[in-house]
């Protein structure tokens, strides 16, 4: 069977397309058929099975991916004809997307892990493509950070040492704790980055992040902090109210707070674990199964927009479309602020911090399995896997998620019609080499997991 359209089809399909219309998408002109007919004769155009497609996000910086491909017409060179919808919380995203009502979502890194590893929702979900590195940070409330501040090491010209690790915060929380006040923090979801991160930072400094076991899904068993939900367009504002003293999300809304002068940014995913994996992109396996040239086109799309995300030149443009209701609709200048290769902590103490916002780089658009890897260690350290598993099971496990083999069908189709080269395809089984880039400089090695497990302090151990 082939697998490409010869240009006459594909332009009866586009037309068929076009006047059948869509919710929400508005009608080709002529102008725009004689474009996509253009494009058809450039590129390796596949038969695609579901041309309307629409896919979530949550307002959140790191999902340029799916703006950018919109914007500059990547989905609709691959013939995808694309909504982008908000949606309100990491929750609803994975429902509509289990239930059909989304082909598609910008998604945690954890939740396709999480519903497959038996926490939560349960569904059959893959990962075909990564869609950033880094793009998280924590921040505490004006009046923790004068407490934090004064453990804090500074340099001669008086501004702060990074990375800041937790330990300047532990005698905060003993102090709350004394004044019998429950010190709580805010991470966006249970099986988010957020939430793995912020427990790696406090149980660094010996801080106990709590529990979870199978009859108590909080979390907070023997916690020496609380962490709680909220969804990242709220974290600022409940920070404000006094609710929580500090969260961990991504962008904008650390630099949000320091644009209302509501709180400090102390430290970023950068500085927990350099170039960690943030969002990815999901699928039901239901829908790639069923339509498996649309999975590859729609990642040949998110490939060229991480791509032209990390060219030189292109993150004002980003900054623009991002601010636009539609997606993230915060100030162009808080988008700048991270986006732009910068990072603001205390009000006029801004970084360089070109790795920030990683889109394409360091290969971060491929779905490694040692990076899912990491999230099931994660997992079990904090009892979310409630029992333990063989070694063998974890690297089963993410196979059955993470799709790489979507990715290289891609991003081969890519280097043929001349968008990436050869070096930009990594040569890989999957596995990153073993790492010690973690603000405690521990070791990780995705191919020993129980190893890793049993090299901390604080959590389960195997």
Request: charged share 25%.
């Amino acid at each position: 069977m082939k697998t490409l359209f010869s240009k006459p089809i594909f332009l009866v399909i586009s037309l068929l397309v076009i006047s059948c219309g869509g919710k929400g998408e508005k009608k080709k002109s002529g102008k725009d058929v004689a474009q996509i007919e253009e494009v058809a004769s450039n590129t390796n155009q596949l038969a695609i099975e579901k041309p309307q497609l629409t896919f979530g996000f949550i307002k959140l910086t790191d999902m340029a991916p799916l703006a950018i491909a919109k914007e500059k017409g990547f989905f609709e060179d691959e013939g995808l004809f694309v909504t982008i919808e908000a949606q309100s919380n990491w929750k609803n995203v994975l429902d509509r997307v289990i239930d059909g009502q989304l082909d598609g979502s910008h998604m945690l890194a954890g939740q396709p892990i999480a519903a497959g590893a038996g926490f939560g929702r349960q569904a059959q979900l893959v990962t075909p493509f990564s869609m950033d590195l880094n793009g998280n940070g924590i921040t505490v409330s004006n009046d923790v950070w004068a407490k934090m501040k004064t453990h804090v090491p500074v340099s001669e010209d008086g501004k702060p040492i990074h990375p800041i690790k937790a330990d300047a915060l532990a005698p905060v929380i003993q102090e709350y704790k004394n004044n019998g006040k429950p010190f709580k923090m805010g991470m966006v979801f249970p099986v988010s980055t957020h939430n793995y991160e912020i427990r790696y930072w406090l149980a660094a400094a010996g801080i106990h992040p709590g529990m979870y076991t199978k009859d108590n899904v909080q979390g907070q068993i023997d916690a020496d902090v609380l962490l709680s939900v909220t969804p990242p367009p709220q974290m600022p504002a409940t920070l404000e109210a006094g609710t929580i003293y500090g969260y961990c999300v991504g962008e904008p809304w650390n630099q949000q707070a320091v644009f209302k002068g509501i709180g400090v940014p102390v430290t970023t995913n950068y500085d927990i674990w350099k170039n960690n994996p943030e969002k990815v992109f999901v699928m039901t396996k239901k829908f790639v199964d069923e339509n498996p040239n649309t999975a590859i086109a729609v990642t040949k799309a998110l490939i060229r927009a991480g791509k032209w995300l990390d060219t030189p030149g292109n993150r004002e443009e980003a900054v623009k479309i991002l601010s636009l209701p539609g997606y993230v609709g915060a100030d162009e200048v808080v988008l700048a602020n991270s986006m732009t290769g910068t990072f603001e902590f205390e009000k006029g103490d801004k970084r360089s911090m070109p790795d920030f916002n990683v889109f394409f780089r360091y290969h971060a658009t491929y779905p490694y399995y040692s990076d899912g890897i990491w999230f099931l260690t994660q997992m079990r350290r904090w009892g979310q896997i409630p029992e333990s598993k063989p070694a063998e099971w974890y690297s089963e496990k993410i196979k059955e998620i993470y799709r790489p083999d979507i990715w290289l069908k891609a991003a081969s189709l890519l280097k043929e019609e001349g968008y990436l080269t050869q070096e930009e395809i990594p040569e890989t089984d999957g596995y990153k080499p073993a790492t010690t880039d973690f603000i405690d400089g521990n070791s990780y090695d995705a191919r020993n997991p129980i190893e890793y497990i049993n090299s901390f302090k604080i959590g389960n151990k195997d």
